[in-house]
Protein backbone atom coordinates (compact mmCIF):
# COMPACT_ATOMS: atom_id res chain seq x y z
CA UNK A 1 0.00 0.00 0.00
CA UNK A 2 0.99 3.38 -0.96
CA UNK A 3 1.68 5.46 2.40
CA UNK A 4 0.24 9.01 1.76
CA UNK A 5 2.07 12.47 2.76
CA UNK A 6 5.02 12.70 4.24
CA UNK A 7 6.81 11.08 6.74
CA UNK A 8 6.49 12.99 10.29
CA UNK A 9 8.66 11.70 12.43
CA UNK A 10 7.92 12.10 16.51
CA UNK A 11 10.28 14.36 18.32
CA UNK A 12 10.26 11.78 21.14
CA UNK A 13 11.14 9.19 18.13
CA UNK A 14 14.89 10.64 18.01
CA UNK A 15 17.28 12.97 19.66
CA UNK A 16 17.12 16.06 17.37
CA UNK A 17 20.17 17.88 16.54
CA UNK A 18 21.62 20.70 18.84
CA UNK A 19 21.40 23.49 17.02
CA UNK A 20 24.60 25.35 16.79
CA UNK A 21 24.08 28.27 17.94
CA UNK A 22 21.07 28.16 20.35
CA UNK A 23 23.27 27.66 23.94
CA UNK A 24 26.79 28.38 22.94
CA UNK A 25 29.21 26.25 24.34
CA UNK A 26 30.79 26.71 27.92
CA UNK A 27 33.94 27.79 27.26
CA UNK A 28 32.85 30.55 25.19
CA UNK A 29 30.83 31.77 27.70
CA UNK A 30 32.80 33.95 28.95
CA UNK A 31 33.81 35.98 25.88
CA UNK A 32 30.44 36.12 25.36
CA UNK A 33 30.02 38.30 28.78
CA UNK A 34 31.90 40.62 27.23
CA UNK A 35 29.06 41.41 24.91
CA UNK A 36 26.03 44.09 25.69
CA UNK A 37 22.86 42.46 26.18
CA UNK A 38 19.45 44.34 25.90
CA UNK A 39 17.27 45.26 28.29
CA UNK A 40 14.10 43.32 27.84
CA UNK A 41 13.62 40.22 29.60
CA UNK A 42 13.86 37.27 27.71
CA UNK A 43 10.84 35.49 26.05
CA UNK A 44 8.74 33.06 26.70
CA UNK A 45 10.21 30.38 24.16
CA UNK A 46 13.53 31.58 24.96
CA UNK A 47 13.09 30.66 28.62
CA UNK A 48 14.42 27.18 30.41
CA UNK A 49 10.34 26.48 30.81
CA UNK A 50 10.06 22.75 31.97
CA UNK A 51 8.48 21.45 27.80
CA UNK A 52 10.84 19.87 26.44
CA UNK A 53 9.35 20.73 23.27
CA UNK A 54 11.41 23.82 23.54
CA UNK A 55 14.77 21.96 23.00
CA UNK A 56 13.23 19.59 20.52
CA UNK A 57 12.08 21.86 17.61
CA UNK A 58 13.67 22.26 14.39
CA UNK A 59 15.25 25.43 13.20
CA UNK A 60 12.94 25.66 10.80
CA UNK A 61 10.22 25.87 13.27
CA UNK A 62 11.28 28.88 14.77
CA UNK A 63 14.07 31.48 14.21
CA UNK A 64 17.59 30.85 16.15
CA UNK A 65 18.60 33.53 18.67
CA UNK A 66 22.29 33.75 19.23
CA UNK A 67 24.54 35.82 21.43
CA UNK A 68 25.72 37.58 17.95
CA UNK A 69 22.58 38.39 16.76
CA UNK A 70 21.78 39.91 19.90
CA UNK A 71 25.17 41.53 19.94
CA UNK A 72 24.43 42.54 16.74
CA UNK A 73 21.48 44.37 17.38
CA UNK A 74 23.16 46.64 19.91
CA UNK A 75 25.16 48.08 17.38
CA UNK A 76 22.79 50.72 16.36
CA UNK A 77 21.73 51.75 20.06
CA UNK A 78 22.97 55.09 21.22
CA UNK A 79 24.80 55.97 24.72
CA UNK A 80 21.33 56.36 26.35
CA UNK A 81 20.30 52.79 25.45
CA UNK A 82 23.24 51.21 25.69
CA UNK A 83 22.78 47.48 27.94
CA UNK A 84 23.98 47.67 31.88
CA UNK A 85 27.51 46.06 32.03
CA UNK A 86 27.87 42.41 33.34
CA UNK A 87 28.66 42.80 36.87
CA UNK A 88 24.66 44.35 36.83
CA UNK A 89 23.50 41.13 35.22
CA UNK A 90 22.77 39.15 38.33
CA UNK A 91 20.37 41.74 39.85
CA UNK A 92 18.58 42.19 36.15
CA UNK A 93 18.00 38.53 35.10
CA UNK A 94 17.92 36.19 38.31
CA UNK A 95 13.81 35.52 38.63
CA UNK A 96 14.05 31.96 39.86
CA UNK A 97 15.34 29.71 42.73
CA UNK A 98 17.97 27.08 42.80
CA UNK A 99 14.56 25.21 44.21
CA UNK A 100 12.86 26.35 40.78
CA UNK A 101 16.10 25.09 38.50
CA UNK A 102 16.15 21.66 40.31
CA UNK A 103 12.26 21.07 40.19
CA UNK A 104 12.48 22.18 36.17
CA UNK A 105 15.26 19.58 35.69
CA UNK A 106 13.26 16.82 37.59
CA UNK A 107 10.28 17.30 35.74
CA UNK A 108 11.95 17.38 32.32
CA UNK A 109 14.05 13.99 33.10
CA UNK A 110 10.49 12.66 34.22
CA UNK A 111 8.88 14.08 30.85
CA UNK A 112 11.67 12.98 29.06
CA UNK A 113 11.41 9.66 31.05
CA UNK A 114 7.60 9.25 30.44
CA UNK A 115 7.89 10.01 26.56
CA UNK A 116 11.28 7.27 26.43
CA UNK A 117 8.49 5.00 27.76
CA UNK A 118 5.40 5.83 25.66
CA UNK A 119 8.12 6.12 22.67
CA UNK A 120 9.15 2.25 23.96
CA UNK A 121 5.52 1.38 24.07
CA UNK A 122 4.58 1.87 20.85
CA UNK A 123 7.56 1.14 18.73
CA UNK A 124 6.77 -2.42 20.79
CA UNK A 125 3.20 -1.44 20.03
CA UNK A 126 3.93 -0.69 16.49
CA UNK A 127 6.61 -3.93 15.84
CA UNK A 128 3.94 -6.07 16.65
CA UNK A 129 1.22 -4.32 14.87
CA UNK A 130 3.70 -4.53 11.78
CA UNK A 131 4.14 -7.83 12.39
CA UNK A 132 0.45 -8.35 13.27
CA UNK A 133 -0.77 -6.79 9.34
CA UNK A 134 2.12 -8.40 7.75
CA UNK A 135 0.99 -11.91 8.68
CA UNK A 136 -3.20 -11.09 8.05
CA UNK A 137 -2.41 -9.44 5.06
CA UNK A 138 -0.07 -12.96 3.96
CA UNK A 139 -2.75 -14.73 5.01
CA UNK A 140 -5.59 -12.64 2.92
CA UNK A 141 -3.33 -12.82 -0.03
CA UNK A 142 -3.11 -16.68 0.51
CA UNK A 143 -6.92 -17.00 0.77
CA UNK A 144 -7.51 -14.53 -1.85
CA UNK A 145 -4.93 -17.18 -4.23
CA UNK A 146 -6.44 -20.68 -2.29
CA UNK A 147 -10.09 -18.41 -3.86
CA UNK A 148 -8.45 -18.05 -7.39
CA UNK A 149 -7.41 -21.43 -7.47
CA UNK A 150 -10.38 -23.02 -6.37
CA UNK A 151 -11.94 -20.40 -8.76
CA UNK A 152 -9.37 -21.67 -11.79
CA UNK A 153 -10.40 -25.47 -10.62
CA UNK A 154 -14.19 -24.49 -10.85
CA UNK A 155 -13.40 -22.83 -14.13
CA UNK A 156 -11.50 -25.50 -15.66
CA UNK A 157 -14.51 -28.48 -14.81
CA UNK A 158 -16.85 -26.84 -16.42
CA UNK A 159 -14.90 -25.99 -19.44
CA UNK A 160 -14.15 -29.63 -19.82
CA UNK A 161 -18.06 -30.23 -19.36
CA UNK A 162 -18.55 -27.92 -22.01
CA UNK A 163 -15.94 -28.90 -24.45
CA UNK A 164 -17.38 -32.58 -23.60
CA UNK A 165 -20.81 -30.95 -25.04
CA UNK A 166 -19.77 -29.56 -27.34
CA UNK A 167 -18.03 -32.61 -29.21
CA UNK A 168 -21.04 -34.10 -28.51
CA UNK A 169 -23.31 -31.43 -30.08
CA UNK A 170 -20.97 -31.32 -33.24
CA UNK A 171 -20.52 -34.90 -33.78
CA UNK A 172 -24.41 -35.04 -33.36
CA UNK A 173 -25.09 -32.00 -35.72
CA UNK A 174 -22.93 -33.89 -38.46
CA UNK A 175 -24.83 -37.29 -37.89
CA UNK A 176 -27.86 -35.21 -38.06
CA UNK A 177 -26.72 -33.61 -41.45
CA UNK A 178 -25.30 -37.11 -43.34
CA UNK A 179 -28.94 -38.35 -42.11
CA UNK A 180 -30.13 -34.90 -43.53
CA UNK A 181 -28.29 -35.70 -46.78
CA UNK A 182 -29.31 -39.50 -46.71
CA UNK A 183 -32.95 -38.06 -46.80
CA UNK A 184 -32.95 -35.55 -49.76
CA UNK A 185 -31.10 -38.56 -51.79
CA UNK A 186 -34.00 -40.78 -50.69
CA UNK A 187 -36.75 -38.04 -51.91
CA UNK A 188 -34.90 -37.87 -55.16
CA UNK A 189 -34.77 -41.22 -55.72
CA UNK A 190 -38.48 -41.52 -55.43
CA UNK A 191 -39.22 -39.03 -57.97
CA UNK A 192 -37.64 -41.85 -60.68
CA UNK A 193 -40.39 -44.29 -59.58
CA UNK A 194 -43.23 -41.57 -59.07
CA UNK A 195 -42.41 -40.77 -62.80
CA UNK A 196 -42.11 -44.10 -63.76
CA UNK A 197 -45.45 -44.80 -62.39
CA UNK A 198 -47.20 -41.82 -63.77
CA UNK A 199 -45.91 -43.05 -67.29
CA UNK A 200 -47.23 -46.18 -66.83
CA UNK A 201 -50.73 -44.90 -66.33
CA UNK A 202 -50.16 -42.56 -68.90
CA UNK A 203 -49.24 -45.61 -71.90
CA UNK A 204 -52.00 -47.33 -70.48
CA UNK A 205 -54.37 -44.78 -71.37
CA UNK A 206 -53.20 -45.43 -74.61
CA UNK A 207 -55.43 -49.03 -74.72
CA UNK A 208 -58.04 -49.66 -77.07
CA UNK A 209 -61.54 -50.70 -76.65
CA UNK A 210 -62.94 -52.92 -74.36
CA UNK A 211 -59.05 -53.00 -73.02
CA UNK A 212 -59.11 -49.41 -72.28
CA UNK A 213 -60.43 -50.85 -68.36
CA UNK A 214 -60.16 -50.26 -64.90
CA UNK A 215 -57.96 -53.44 -63.95
CA UNK A 216 -56.15 -54.48 -61.47
CA UNK A 217 -52.75 -53.23 -62.92
CA UNK A 218 -54.58 -49.57 -63.46
CA UNK A 219 -56.14 -49.76 -59.27
CA UNK A 220 -51.85 -50.99 -58.17
CA UNK A 221 -50.24 -48.25 -60.81
CA UNK A 222 -52.75 -45.31 -58.81
CA UNK A 223 -52.03 -46.92 -55.06
CA UNK A 224 -48.47 -46.92 -55.70
CA UNK A 225 -48.52 -43.36 -57.05
CA UNK A 226 -50.63 -42.77 -54.39
CA UNK A 227 -47.74 -44.35 -51.95
CA UNK A 228 -45.18 -42.73 -53.21
CA UNK A 229 -46.35 -39.68 -52.99
CA UNK A 230 -47.30 -40.38 -49.39
CA UNK A 231 -43.88 -41.49 -48.73
CA UNK A 232 -42.64 -37.84 -50.26
CA UNK A 233 -44.74 -35.96 -48.01
CA UNK A 234 -43.65 -37.80 -45.38
CA UNK A 235 -39.86 -37.23 -45.95
CA UNK A 236 -40.24 -33.45 -46.92
CA UNK A 237 -42.03 -33.07 -43.72
CA UNK A 238 -38.84 -34.81 -41.75
CA UNK A 239 -36.87 -32.59 -43.52
CA UNK A 240 -38.65 -29.61 -42.10
CA UNK A 241 -37.96 -30.85 -39.04
CA UNK A 242 -34.45 -31.37 -39.89
CA UNK A 243 -33.72 -27.99 -40.70
CA UNK A 244 -35.32 -26.76 -38.03
CA UNK A 245 -33.54 -29.11 -35.47
CA UNK A 246 -30.19 -28.24 -37.02
CA UNK A 247 -31.48 -24.62 -36.60
CA UNK A 248 -31.73 -25.86 -32.77
CA UNK A 249 -28.61 -27.05 -32.47
CA UNK A 250 -26.55 -24.75 -33.88
CA UNK A 251 -28.14 -22.53 -31.49
CA UNK A 252 -27.14 -24.60 -28.79
CA UNK A 253 -24.22 -25.13 -30.32
CA UNK A 254 -23.32 -21.14 -30.56
CA UNK A 255 -24.33 -20.47 -26.57
CA UNK A 256 -21.67 -23.67 -25.40
CA UNK A 257 -19.09 -21.59 -28.19
CA UNK A 258 -19.89 -18.38 -26.18
CA UNK A 259 -19.88 -19.59 -22.81
CA UNK A 260 -16.62 -21.70 -23.60
CA UNK A 261 -14.91 -18.65 -24.95
CA UNK A 262 -15.72 -17.11 -22.07
CA UNK A 263 -14.53 -19.44 -19.72
CA UNK A 264 -11.33 -19.23 -21.58
CA UNK A 265 -10.51 -15.81 -20.91
CA UNK A 266 -11.79 -16.46 -17.50
CA UNK A 267 -9.67 -19.16 -16.97
CA UNK A 268 -6.54 -17.32 -18.33
CA UNK A 269 -7.11 -14.41 -16.37
CA UNK A 270 -7.98 -15.91 -12.86
CA UNK A 271 -4.78 -18.65 -13.68
CA UNK A 272 -2.73 -15.05 -14.23
CA UNK A 273 -4.25 -14.05 -10.80
CA UNK A 274 -3.47 -16.85 -9.45
CA UNK A 275 -0.19 -16.89 -10.30
CA UNK A 276 0.41 -13.23 -9.19
CA UNK A 277 3.23 -12.49 -6.56
CA UNK A 278 4.29 -10.02 -4.80
CA UNK A 279 7.34 -10.23 -6.84
CA UNK A 280 5.79 -10.83 -10.51
CA UNK A 281 6.42 -8.09 -13.03
CA UNK A 282 2.73 -6.09 -14.02
CA UNK A 283 1.09 -5.45 -10.83
CA UNK A 284 0.43 -1.82 -10.12
CA UNK A 285 -1.79 0.71 -7.96
CA UNK A 286 -5.38 0.65 -9.64
CA UNK A 287 -6.96 3.25 -6.84
CA UNK A 288 -10.73 2.65 -6.65
CA UNK A 289 -10.89 -0.11 -8.32
CA UNK A 290 -12.19 -2.29 -5.29
CA UNK A 291 -15.30 0.46 -4.74
CA UNK A 292 -16.36 -0.62 -8.62
CA UNK A 293 -18.28 -3.60 -8.98
CA UNK A 294 -19.04 -4.80 -12.09
CA UNK A 295 -20.40 -8.59 -11.72
CA UNK A 296 -23.60 -9.39 -12.76
CA UNK A 297 -23.45 -12.75 -11.43
CA UNK A 298 -23.24 -14.83 -8.19
CA UNK A 299 -21.28 -18.41 -7.90
CA UNK A 300 -24.70 -20.00 -8.29
CA UNK A 301 -26.13 -18.07 -10.79
CA UNK A 302 -22.87 -18.42 -12.78
CA UNK A 303 -22.99 -22.72 -12.53
CA UNK A 304 -26.73 -22.48 -12.91
CA UNK A 305 -25.67 -20.50 -16.61
CA UNK A 306 -23.45 -22.89 -17.75
CA UNK A 307 -25.76 -26.02 -16.42
CA UNK A 308 -28.86 -24.65 -18.32
CA UNK A 309 -26.76 -24.34 -21.21
CA UNK A 310 -25.12 -27.90 -20.93
CA UNK A 311 -28.75 -29.07 -20.48
CA UNK A 312 -30.34 -27.50 -22.96
CA UNK A 313 -27.62 -28.75 -25.34
CA UNK A 314 -27.99 -32.22 -23.79
CA UNK A 315 -31.72 -31.51 -24.45
CA UNK A 316 -31.60 -30.82 -28.02
CA UNK A 317 -28.99 -33.54 -28.93
CA UNK A 318 -31.69 -36.25 -27.18
CA UNK A 319 -34.58 -34.59 -29.46
CA UNK A 320 -32.08 -34.69 -32.50
CA UNK A 321 -30.97 -38.63 -31.71
CA UNK A 322 -34.35 -38.91 -31.77
CA UNK A 323 -35.31 -37.57 -35.23
CA UNK A 324 -32.40 -39.61 -36.68
CA UNK A 325 -33.78 -42.89 -35.32
CA UNK A 326 -37.25 -41.65 -36.49
CA UNK A 327 -35.40 -40.58 -39.72
CA UNK A 328 -33.64 -44.11 -40.22
CA UNK A 329 -36.84 -45.79 -39.63
CA UNK A 330 -38.98 -43.99 -41.74
CA UNK A 331 -36.76 -44.37 -44.85
CA UNK A 332 -36.66 -48.36 -44.05
CA UNK A 333 -40.62 -47.93 -44.27
CA UNK A 334 -41.45 -45.80 -46.92
CA UNK A 335 -38.61 -48.02 -48.79
CA UNK A 336 -40.37 -50.99 -48.12
CA UNK A 337 -43.65 -49.70 -48.87
CA UNK A 338 -42.24 -48.43 -51.72
CA UNK A 339 -40.97 -51.43 -52.65
CA UNK A 340 -43.92 -54.05 -51.96
CA UNK A 341 -46.11 -51.53 -53.86
CA UNK A 342 -43.77 -51.91 -56.69
CA UNK A 343 -43.42 -55.65 -56.66
CA UNK A 344 -47.63 -55.87 -56.79
CA UNK A 345 -47.81 -53.67 -59.55
CA UNK A 346 -45.24 -56.14 -61.53
CA UNK A 347 -47.45 -59.27 -60.19
CA UNK A 348 -50.63 -56.99 -61.35
CA UNK A 349 -48.88 -56.40 -64.94
CA UNK A 350 -47.77 -59.90 -64.88
CA UNK A 351 -51.14 -61.57 -64.62
CA UNK A 352 -52.67 -58.54 -66.85
CA UNK A 353 -50.15 -59.87 -69.50
CA UNK A 354 -50.52 -63.47 -69.22
CA UNK A 355 -54.34 -62.90 -69.29
CA UNK A 356 -54.37 -60.56 -72.20
CA UNK A 357 -51.76 -62.84 -73.96
CA UNK A 358 -54.49 -65.87 -73.46
CA UNK A 359 -56.71 -63.97 -74.29
CA UNK A 360 -55.06 -62.81 -78.08
CA UNK A 361 -54.40 -66.98 -78.47
CA UNK A 362 -58.09 -68.03 -77.94
CA UNK A 363 -58.79 -64.88 -80.36
CA UNK A 364 -55.90 -66.22 -82.83
CA UNK A 365 -57.51 -69.82 -83.15
CA UNK A 366 -60.89 -68.72 -83.02
CA UNK A 367 -60.06 -66.38 -85.77
CA UNK A 368 -58.33 -69.88 -87.14
CA UNK A 369 -61.07 -71.26 -87.30
CA UNK A 370 -63.35 -68.26 -88.64
CA UNK A 371 -61.38 -68.28 -91.27
CA UNK A 372 -61.48 -71.98 -91.99
CA UNK A 373 -65.32 -71.63 -91.93
CA UNK A 374 -65.32 -68.96 -94.24
CA UNK A 375 -63.25 -70.63 -96.44
CA UNK A 376 -65.27 -73.66 -96.46
CA UNK A 377 -68.58 -71.63 -96.68
CA UNK A 378 -67.49 -70.27 -99.77
CA UNK A 379 -67.12 -73.19 -100.93
CA UNK A 380 -70.39 -74.09 -99.89
CA UNK A 381 -71.83 -70.87 -101.66
CA UNK A 382 -70.19 -72.00 -105.03
CA UNK A 383 -71.19 -75.64 -104.47
CA UNK A 384 -75.04 -74.15 -103.92
CA UNK A 385 -74.86 -72.20 -106.95
CA UNK A 386 -73.47 -74.68 -109.22
CA UNK A 387 -76.16 -76.81 -108.13
CA UNK A 388 -78.38 -74.36 -109.04
CA UNK A 389 -77.15 -73.63 -112.29
CA UNK A 390 -77.28 -77.45 -112.99
CA UNK A 391 -80.73 -77.98 -112.08
CA UNK A 392 -81.59 -75.01 -114.75
CA UNK A 393 -80.66 -77.45 -117.74
CA UNK A 394 -82.99 -80.01 -116.21
CA UNK A 395 -85.99 -77.66 -115.37
CA UNK A 396 -85.47 -76.43 -119.17
CA UNK A 397 -85.69 -79.64 -120.50
CA UNK A 398 -88.59 -80.69 -118.45
CA UNK A 399 -90.40 -77.52 -119.75
CA UNK A 400 -89.03 -78.13 -123.00
CA UNK A 401 -90.84 -81.39 -123.00
CA UNK A 402 -94.12 -79.69 -121.29
CA UNK A 403 -94.02 -77.09 -124.11
CA UNK A 404 -93.39 -79.53 -127.15
CA UNK A 405 -96.33 -82.29 -125.86
CA UNK A 406 -98.58 -79.11 -125.98
CA UNK A 407 -98.45 -78.98 -129.35
CA UNK A 408 -99.86 -82.38 -129.57
CA UNK A 409 -103.02 -82.39 -132.13
CA UNK A 410 -106.29 -82.85 -130.49
CA UNK A 411 -106.78 -85.72 -128.53
CA UNK A 412 -103.44 -86.66 -128.56
CA UNK A 413 -103.63 -83.75 -126.25
CA UNK A 414 -103.75 -87.03 -123.66
CA UNK A 415 -102.97 -86.20 -120.10
CA UNK A 416 -100.78 -89.20 -119.97
CA UNK A 417 -98.54 -90.53 -117.27
CA UNK A 418 -95.50 -89.04 -119.17
CA UNK A 419 -97.49 -85.75 -119.33
CA UNK A 420 -97.94 -86.05 -115.63
CA UNK A 421 -94.39 -86.81 -114.83
CA UNK A 422 -93.10 -83.90 -116.75
CA UNK A 423 -95.26 -82.11 -114.86
CA UNK A 424 -93.76 -83.62 -111.72
CA UNK A 425 -90.25 -83.19 -113.09
CA UNK A 426 -90.35 -79.81 -113.56
CA UNK A 427 -92.20 -78.88 -109.89
CA UNK A 428 -89.87 -81.41 -108.24
CA UNK A 429 -86.85 -79.30 -109.68
CA UNK A 430 -88.77 -76.05 -108.99
CA UNK A 431 -88.62 -76.94 -105.75
CA UNK A 432 -85.20 -78.26 -105.55
CA UNK A 433 -84.06 -74.43 -107.09
CA UNK A 434 -86.22 -72.56 -104.30
CA UNK A 435 -84.52 -74.78 -102.19
CA UNK A 436 -80.98 -74.78 -103.07
CA UNK A 437 -81.61 -70.60 -103.64
CA UNK A 438 -82.63 -70.50 -99.90
CA UNK A 439 -79.78 -72.40 -98.70
CA UNK A 440 -77.79 -69.97 -100.94
CA UNK A 441 -79.34 -67.23 -99.13
CA UNK A 442 -78.94 -68.70 -95.74
CA UNK A 443 -74.80 -69.36 -96.97
CA UNK A 444 -74.16 -66.02 -97.87
CA UNK A 445 -75.81 -64.61 -94.84
CA UNK A 446 -73.62 -67.36 -92.55
CA UNK A 447 -70.95 -65.99 -94.48
CA UNK A 448 -71.43 -62.36 -93.87
CA UNK A 449 -71.81 -63.67 -89.92
CA UNK A 450 -68.61 -65.33 -90.56
CA UNK A 451 -66.79 -61.57 -92.28
CA UNK A 452 -68.07 -59.95 -89.66
CA UNK A 453 -66.71 -62.30 -87.01
CA UNK A 454 -63.87 -62.35 -88.50
CA UNK A 455 -63.24 -58.62 -88.79
CA UNK A 456 -64.68 -58.51 -84.97
CA UNK A 457 -62.04 -61.02 -84.24
CA UNK A 458 -59.00 -59.24 -86.00
CA UNK A 459 -59.77 -55.94 -84.00
CA UNK A 460 -60.05 -57.78 -81.14
CA UNK A 461 -56.36 -59.24 -81.81
CA UNK A 462 -55.33 -55.67 -82.98
CA UNK A 463 -56.45 -54.56 -79.28
CA UNK A 464 -55.22 -57.11 -77.30
CA UNK A 465 -51.76 -56.92 -79.47
CA UNK A 466 -51.87 -53.33 -78.51
CA UNK A 467 -52.69 -53.76 -74.97
CA UNK A 468 -50.00 -56.37 -74.67
CA UNK A 469 -47.59 -54.06 -76.12
CA UNK A 470 -48.53 -51.53 -73.57
CA UNK A 471 -48.04 -53.64 -70.55
CA UNK A 472 -45.18 -55.85 -71.78
CA UNK A 473 -42.87 -53.87 -73.33
CA UNK A 474 -43.69 -50.23 -72.20
CA UNK A 475 -44.14 -50.72 -68.42
CA UNK A 476 -42.74 -53.55 -67.74
CA UNK A 477 -39.82 -52.26 -70.29
CA UNK A 478 -39.77 -49.17 -67.85
CA UNK A 479 -40.57 -51.12 -64.71
CA UNK A 480 -36.66 -52.83 -65.01
CA UNK A 481 -34.75 -50.12 -63.88
CA UNK A 482 -36.85 -49.36 -60.76
CA UNK A 483 -34.20 -48.36 -58.03
CA UNK A 484 -33.44 -50.58 -54.94
CA UNK A 485 -34.37 -50.55 -51.78
CA UNK A 486 -30.80 -49.39 -50.17
CA UNK A 487 -31.15 -46.71 -52.89
CA UNK A 488 -34.78 -45.37 -51.85
CA UNK A 489 -33.21 -45.76 -47.92
CA UNK A 490 -31.07 -42.51 -48.87
CA UNK A 491 -27.99 -44.90 -49.26
CA UNK A 492 -25.92 -44.17 -52.63
Keep these: MELLGSTLTATYAQPSPTPPNFLPAISTMAS ?41 GTEGLGEKTMLPFVSNRAGLFTK ?18 SSRHNAEKLRVDTSRMIQDKDQQTRTTQSGSTKNLGERVNDIGFWKSEIIRELDEMIGETNALTDVKK ?38 QLLTEVDVIKCCQERMRLHLEKIIAQLAANRAAQHELEKDLSDKQAAF ?22 EHFDATISVPESWAKFTDDNILHSHSERAASSKLRNDIENLMG ?16 LTNRIAETGDAK ?9 TLQELFQSEMAIEAIRKAIRDKAACLKVAQTRLDERTRRPNVELCRDT ?31 ALVRSKATLEHDLIVKSNSLFIDQEKCMGM ?5 STLRLAGYS
Design 418 to 448: AQLRLVNEVHEIDDAIQCLQQRLRDSEDILQ
Design 182 to 219: KLERAVAETEAPLQVAEECLFHREKRMGIDLVHDDVEK
Design 361 to 369: NKIQGHLAK
Design 268 to 289: RIDDKNHHLRNTSDGISYYRGV
Design 32 to 72: SYKNRFPNYALTHSLSLSGRPSTYCKGTSHSPTLTLATLSR
Design 333 to 348: VTANEMWNQFNAVNVA
Design 96 to 113: YTRDDWYKASLTNYKESE
Design 479 to 483: RKSYP
